[in-house]
């Protein structure tokens, strides 16, 4: 029985640190954003990476980096954050709200939700393999 307990308190350990873990590589896509650097976003997603705009629009790795590249932040905020643990994949949820100008040149202000999917890769990375945002209309 004390095996049991004692694997059971490692699992929730390491949930634990694998949940702050995930928190830190959205963090990092936060600053990303903050500092209008795509390049620190890049090596968290996944080569089959697909993202789902607020619009509907759904892209790959590419033109998402693309679209990173040529857009201009002023303010990034993310709050309300949470990371639940499945195995080998984490879902990260949480808001957002950021000002900028898009990479077709027009100004934005946005409040969205989105949807984060990690998966821990073979390497031992954990690597964003979708994410959704939905628009927030209170």
Not at 73 to 94: L, P, R
Request: aromatic letters at 8%; hydrophobic letters at 40%.
């Amino acid at each position: 029985m004390l095996l049991c307990i004692a694997m059971i308190a490692s699992g929730q350990h390491a949930n634990g640190s694998t949940e702050k873990a995930i928190a830190a590589l959205e963090s990092q896509w936060a600053h990303s954003q903050a500092i209008n650097d795509p390049g620190l976003i890049g090596p968290l997603l996944a080569d089959k990476f697909v993202y789902t705009g607020n619009d509907g629009t759904v892209s790959d790795k590419a033109a998402v980096l693309a679209d990173w590249k040529a857009t201009r932040w002023t303010s990034v905020v993310y709050s309300d954050e949470k990371v639940v643990i499945f195995g080998d994949t984490a879902i990260a949820t949480g808001e957002s709200r950021g000002k900028g100008i898009d990479s077709a040149g027009k100004p934005m202000d946005y409040h969205d939700r989105f949807t984060d999917v990690w998966v821990k890769m073979p390497d031992g990375r954990w690597q964003c393999v979708s994410s959704q945002d939905s628009s927030v209309t209170k």
